[in-house]
Each structure stands twice: as C-alpha cells, then as structure tokens.
C-alpha cells in the first residue's frame, strides 16, 4: 500500500468528485490539500506557489496527484529534485476550452497544460475522446509558434499519456417500474455558456409549444454570470417546473436524479460527462450530442436511441421517448452504465497506483 499526496487547486465540480472518490475507495492513503473553485486562470498561474509552501517533505510520498488546474512545471522548480513521481489528471485542457462572448484567447494556459504534461511523470485523461482531442489539438497549437516549433513534445506527452475514466457514485435508489403520464425531464449541468443551455430549452420549447406535457428539474451549479436563458426558461417554462437551482446537498440531489425519467447534454464541452453517468445510474434515459466523449458513456448498440444528430433529431427523440418510455431498455443501459461505478474503477486506479510506487526509478515503463 502506498501513501500518496494529492494537489486539487480547483477543489469543486468534476474535480472534488474524482478527488474525493479516489480517496474514499482507494487502499491507498492520500493526503489531500486544496484550494476553492474559484479563479481559475489564478490557479493556473499561481497555485503552484501556494502548494510548495505547505509541503514540508515531498520525499515522504510515493507519489504526488495534481490535476491540470497547476503549473507542475513551477510546482517541481519550486519542491526541487527530491520529490518522487508526479501524476497529472487532466480534467480539462485550456488549448481547446471554448471562449465564452466577449473572451479573448490567452495562449499562456494552453502552454501551462503543455510544460505541465512535459514535466509529468505520468499523464491521465478522463475519456479517450480527451486524450486524443488534446494530442491532435498539440500540432496546430505548436505551429503557432514564430520559429524553432517544439514538434517534439507531441511523441513525448503522448507516450506518457493513459485513460483512466474518473469513477463514480452510483447510489442505486429507484427501481424502474413504470412510465410517467408527465415525464419529468432533468438538467444537471453547470449553468454555463460551454453546456449549451441555449439548445437544451430551445428544444423544450418546441415541444413545449406543440402541447407536449413533460415537467422539468434544472439542478446544475449556477454562477453569478449565468447565460440569460435560464432567466428566460423559468418564465416561459413556469408551469413545468418542479425544481430550478443548484442543490448543494449530495443526498438532496440524489433523490432528484431518482425522481427523474429523461437526462439531455446538449454540450460543447465535456471530456467525460460524470453528471450524465450519474443521472443514468439512477435510471435517467439519455439523450446526447454526437459529439464530444458521448459515444464512449454509451454502449454502440444503443447509440441509435441515445445520440441525436442535431437540433431536429433531439427534438423527434425527446417527443417520441415522452410518447413511449421503454422501461427494459433503459434498465439494459443502465446495468451497463455500472462499469463507471468507483466500485469497478478503483481496481484500475489501485493497479496503476501500485506500479507507481514498485517502479519510482522507472517512470514510463507503462
């Protein structure tokens, strides 16, 4: 058994899930030091400061956990050379994060995630659409470089780098019986421009129009600066709504997801999808983007029925899945859905972990 440090300095969302999790089901042990989620382009640039000064002894761990949100590169000129393996989970990357309106693109985080990945011991990506958007994404990014292009650093980071999907939990509450006269449809997304909120209540509308009878959960995490749409949905949508707004409790947000039927993304971004994995393992039907990691949460077979093409295929699937909710199918995706669980996942977790610890001097030997 090892005995890990694990640095999260945007300790919140996805990133305090995975953390948390990996911590509660691991037979490791872990010290975990922090910092909020909250400005995050400052925790990129200077988080690193922070956590050099609350390590007295990095020697004392058989390895050290970071996600991306960090200038590893500055966390290990600042720890100097005694300091043992280094893991770096990307969560996200900056090179491919959407802009919000009105932001201009600063290509420092790009180049932060970059030194960070060279600087790694060991790479982890959530999902193997992440891993490769972000390698394919490495050529044109270097490219823009004046002169003296490090095309290098692609065969580098790539041959360090893995898939490990975050585990999750999957507290099996609701037993799937039967369908709803009025299905109640769920949003547990961030109340941000990269989720695509537009498309999600656009499409609710429509139907909402044509006299289509569904009700409505919106539980996700909202910001100060949320899209307006929401503001326009909870007035449009009134008489549909059964909860609008962020449950801060995780059994309160439980029993939501196991009152809920149908589950939509309609994102621009996502590298994995834990809300959506959640929302299934509590008997939600999906319905999600052909884009993005989608296709890996989904078994092929069932991609018919749980991918839709654009705008207008969303609105046919969600109309007819209101009509006729099939209760075996969805029982079938969700038992499929349990290899996500932490359950299942910290098998892989315990099993790289322990190389980690047998092969210190070896790093990339697997």
Same mark, same amino acid.
């Given at each position: ?110 180049? %932060?995630?970059?030194?960070?990945? @060279?600087?790694?011991?060991? #790479?982890?990506?959530?999902?193997? /659409?992440?891993? +490769?958007?972000? &390698? ?114 995780? %059994?309160?947000?439980?029993?939501? @997801?196991?009152?809920?039927? #149908?589950?939509?993304?309609?994102? /621009?971004?996502? +590298?994995?999808? &834990? ?92």
């Amino acid at each position: 058994m090892g005995h890990f440090l694990f640095l999260e300095p945007f300790y919140g969302g996805s990133h305090k899930n995975f953390a948390d999790g990996l911590i509660k089901n691991s037979s490791h042990t872990f010290e975990l030091i922090t910092l909020p989620d909250r400005y995050w382009k400052w925790r990129m640039r200077g988080a690193a400061l922070y956590f050099a000064n609350q390590i007295n002894d990095a020697s004392i761990y058989d390895g050290i956990i970071v996600s991306n949100m960090l200038s590893l590169s500055d966390l290990k000129a600042l720890l100097g050379k005694e300091i043992p393996p280094t893991i770096l989970y990307f969560h996200e990357n900056q090179i491919l994060y959407p802009l919000s309106d009105g932001e201009k693109e600063d290509l420092h985080y790009g180049f %932060t995630d970059i030194t960070s990945a @060279l600087c790694a011991d060991y #790479i982890l990506f959530n999902s193997g /659409f992440h891993q +490769n958007a972000f &390698i394919e994404a490495l050529k044109p990014f270097i490219s823009r470089f004046p002169d003296y292009n490090p095309h290098w650093v692609i065969e580098k980071i790539q041959h360090k780098a893995k898939v490990l999907y975050p585990g999750c939990k999957l507290d099996i509450k609701k037993t799937i019986s039967e369908q709803r006269n009025f299905p109640l449809i769920l949003w547990n997304h961030r109340w941000e421009h990269d989720k695509n909120p537009e498309d999600f209540f656009n499409a609710l509308f429509q139907i909402n129009d044509e006299g289509i009878h569904f009700k409505l959960a919106v539980v996700g995490e909202q910001y100060k600066n949320s899209p307006d749409i929401f503001n326009v949905a909870h007035k449009k949508l009134k008489e549909h709504i059964l909860h609008f707004g962020y449950i801060e409790s995780y %059994t309160e947000y439980n029993k939501w @997801l196991n009152k809920c039927d #149908i589950v939509i993304s309609t994102s /621009f971004q996502e +590298n994995f999808g &834990i809300s959506i994995v959640e929302a299934i393992g509590s008997g939600n039907f999906p319905l999600l983007p052909d884009r993005l990691s989608y296709r890996e949460l989904i078994p092929e077979k069932y991609h018919k029925l749980c991918i839709y093409k654009n705008q207008k295929d969303l609105v046919g699937k969600l109309k007819k899945l209101i009509r006729y909710y099939d209760l075996e199918m969805m029982e079938h995706i969700r038992v499929q859905n349990l290899r996500f669980s932490w359950k299942n996942m910290i098998i892989q977790y315990d099993e790289y972990l322990d190389k980690v610890k047998k092969n210190p001097a070896d790093k990339q030997d697997f």
